[in-house]
């Protein structure tokens, strides 16, 4: 089984950037579609977007549409988030998630029977105003 490990969170004023990473051991990446997802204090987990094994198709959130980017470089074993625009409401913590059908990491926030083969430890953005 994959592990992952994300990187790259921080404190950043409104309006600046950020780039989260996630590294893979354990299984090569190309076996896995991935996901990001953040949590916010008192809310629940929500998707921000899910790439597919070769990354040829990504999935946005229309909250993160436009501003984020998911990208992955499979010969590194790594899926990045580039974060742009950033906004106090971004403020969480940030997750990546691997599975081997990207529909389950577009649906596991909304479908209950669904789970996700394995999520990282989190990683905290604070986006200060």
């Known amino acids: 089984q994959v592990q992952l490990v994300e990187s790259g969170g921080g404190l950043v004023q409104a309006g600046g950037s950020l780039r989260l990473s996630c590294a893979a051991s354990?299984?090569?990446?190309?076996?896995?579609?991935m996901g990001w997802f953040r949590q916010a204090p008192g809310k629940e987990r929500e998707l921000i977007g899910a790439t597919t094994r070769s990354g040829s198709s990504t999935y946005y959130a229309d909250s993160v549409r436009g501003r984020f980017t998911i990208s992955r470089d499979n010969a590194k074993n790594t899926v990045y988030l580039q974060m742009n625009s950033l906004q106090p409401e971004d403020t969480a913590v940030y997750y990546c998630?691997?599975?081997?059908?990207?529909?389950?990491?577009?649906?596991?926030?909304?479908?209950?029977?669904?789970?996700?083969?394995?999520w990282g430890q989190g990683t905290l953005v604070t986006v200060s105003s």
């Open positions: 354990g299984r090569t990446l190309s076996s896995y579609a």
């Open positions: 998630a691997a599975d081997p059908k990207v529909h389950n990491l577009v649906v596991v926030t909304t479908d209950k029977d669904v789970n996700v083969e394995v």
